[in-house]
């Protein structure tokens, strides 16, 4: 895809997969855009919800977005599931970092387990027109059923945690 100079506007040429330079030595380096998703549990369920914008409209989705400006990973977690899913959570592990594209930008997918406390889930945003689905962690969503790549090495991972956790006693 054609990538123009952030600082002239000028066309880029690739330099590598990172470095973009315009006619003018412009250098336009295309880092990681960091993103905050969880996986809110209750007992053995995951909480999805359908997504209701593109892309991916229809898919299986988890409430995560951006960080806002000067924001930790935390505060963006816990900020997304309250504008998504209407409940107050309480972050219980770090799960790891995942790499993805959005709309040709490199992303980076920092991820959180939380544990569901109570509270009446309002689904909002971009998260579903009104439906949540809770799936059974030894049945999460097939390739077919989800928007973003990255959520299959996700899941394969929160299900070694699942079973490491399960298996402590
Ligand atoms: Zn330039």
């Keep these: 895809m054609d990538r123009y100079c952030t600082k002239c506007g000028h066309l880029t040429i690739k330099q590598s997969d990172n470095l973009y330079v315009c006619d003018q ?7 990681a855009v960091p993103g905050a ?15 209701n914008i593109e892309p991916h409209k229809g898919k299986l989705n988890l409430p995560g977005g951006f960080l806002d400006y000067d924001e930790t990973a935390e505060q963006a977690a816990i900020r997304e599931v309250k504008e998504e899913l209407g409940i107050d959570i309480k972050l219980t592990s770090f799960l790891g970092t995942y790499t993805d594209d959005y709309e040709g930008r490199p992303t980076i997918n920092i991820m959180f387990i939380a544990q569901y406390t109570g509270g009446t889930i ?4 971009d998260l579903n027109g009104g439906e949540i689905v809770w799936r059974d962690i030894q ?3 097939t ?5 973003w790549n990255w959520y299959i090495a996700a899941q ?3 299900l070694k945690w699942w079973q490491k956790s399960n298996s402590a006693s």
């Design 139 to 141: 049945d999460l969503p």
């Design 25 to 31: 030595d412009h250098q336009n380096w295309i880092n």
């Design 37 to 51: 998703t969880v996986y809110v549990m209750q007992d053995d369920k995951v909480l999805f919800g359908i997504r």
């Design 122 to 125: 309002v689904p909002s945003d």
């Design 156 to 158: 394969e991972d929160l």
């Design 143 to 147: 390739r077919d059923e989800i928007g």
